[in-house]
């Protein structure tokens, strides 16, 4: 699937089930708490943390709900994800086209 045609389904959901978007005001806060879950499952997963008893790992169903909410800010605010990655790559590569290979760290 392309972003265009995932922020047209996404809009599409919305407008035959979600009746509306929430505010961009709700959705900021409700992407925080999808982060917030993501957060969780990786800790618990790659890092230090252990899983409490009968809690769920469902990393990929984690990352789609961070990606959903993200879409539906898009929409909202009019923000074309596809042109929006197209140019984050431009000002990646011409930014750190050469800074990731000369780093002794990797």
Not at 30 to 50: K, N, P
Not at 51 to 68: C, R, T, Y
Request: net charge negative; glycine share 6%; hydrophobic share 40%.
């Amino acid at each position: 699937m392309e972003l265009k045609e995932l922020q047209e389904r996404v809009d599409g959901w919305i407008h035959q089930y979600g009746v509306r978007y929430f505010s961009e005001l709700t959705n900021m806060a409700v992407l925080t708490e999808e982060v917030g879950e993501l957060a969780r499952i990786m800790a618990r997963t790659y890092g230090d943390q252990s899983f409490k008893e009968g809690e769920k790992s469902n990393l990929a169903d984690e990352m789609a709900d961070v990606l959903w909410v993200l879409v539906c800010l898009a929409n909202q605010t009019g923000v074309d994800l596809t042109a929006a990655m197209e140019a984050n790559f431009a000002k990646k590569t011409a930014r750190d086209h050469d800074r990731h290979r000369n780093n002794p760290k990797l």
